[in-house]
């Protein structure tokens, strides 16, 4: 295993109504899911009190590009949660490609026997853990961080 900064990490999957929120051990072993946050209301505040709550070395936001690579219209949101998270707190926030992660969620809970509708309440936080592990993974083999840094806030001059 290649370096690894061991610690907390939170994965969040920003969706539409609902943002699914993941958190893995502090060696990086496991993610599991943690909660689903209403996109309506303080989907932030909430998300950096567990952030608190879990002690997390870094919030790591998934970035919905299309196949291709290209940016969509949940990419530019996606963006704009990671900006807002960033500014809003002092743990460090990354951008990670999440291509197919719901996709991954939904093949995983369809085997495991729930069906789509029964699955609606918790798919955002299952397709979170394949985000943060896939993000987990590709640190302990290339040794750094995966994605992009998101610069916290600018102080006014």
Known sequence: MTEFRRG??????????RVGVARSDPEGMLA????????D???VARIL???REWGAIELVVG???NLSGADTP?????????????????????????RLSTVSAHAALRGSGRSQ?????IVDQVAAVVLLQQAIDIEKSVGTAPG??????????
């Open 8 to 17: 907390v990490r939170l994965g969040v999957d920003v969706g539409k109504a």
């Open 32 to 39: 599991v899911p943690v909660e689903t946050v209403p996109r």
């Open 41 to 43: 209301g303080e989907p």
């Open 49 to 51: 009190e567990l952030s």
């Open 63 to 65: 970035l919905p590009l």
């Open 74 to 98: 949940s990419t530019a949101d996606a963006r704009q949660f990671a900006a807002t998270l960033a500014a809003a707190s002092a743990t460090p926030v990354r951008l990670v490609d999440e």
């Open 117 to 121: 509708r029964s699955s609606r309440s």
């Open 148 to 157: 992009e840094s998101v610069p916290p806030a600018q102080e006014p001059a």
